[in-house]
């Protein structure tokens, strides 16, 4: 998991603080568009090894700087469908092809507004439509997924929006 935070001062300048996987920040000063200080690995920096993002934006002079961007990623882990072993499924909403491995488009449709992706058929011999969102629960709870009438069930999304798929914001009622 990686967790990126930008913080900007008054002059322009941008301070970027990396959380890397083993749980230690990195820091980079940029001013006009360049790099200003280089990397610096926080946990050598300080010596009890207490690496903050309020003592990190302290060191670089960021104090009252505001946040101005921030991103998190969380691992994205892929799963094949039982169903068409053509495909992969992520827990961030992404379906892609196994072999080509290119993420595949998702459209929403005009009528419920959800996102759709079309996958070729292996019984059918051609392209079917299908809702991403049950594709991405069904293939994660298979607990659910053997259940045959659960299939039928309506996908609701935790946040209100149809347009994020991913695993932890879908469930059942």
Known sequence: MVKISMYKRKDGALLVIYRTANDNLIGEVYANGTEKRGKWDMRSTFTDNDATEYRVRQYFGFN???????????????????????????????????????????????????PQVWLWSIYFGKTLQYSLAKLVYFTFNEAVSSNSSSVYKRIYHRDGNKMNCKLENLYIK
Do not use: F
Request: hydrophobic content about 25%; overall charge positive; cysteine-free.
């Open 64 to 114: 009252g700087a505001t946040p101005y961007w921030r991103r998190w990623d969380e691992e994205e882990t892929w799963k094949t469908l039982w169903w068409n072993t053509r495909y992969e499924v992520s827990t961030r909403g992404r379906v892609r092809n196994k072999y080509t491995n290119k993420i595949l488009a998702t459209n929403p449709t005009k009528s419920h507004h959800t």
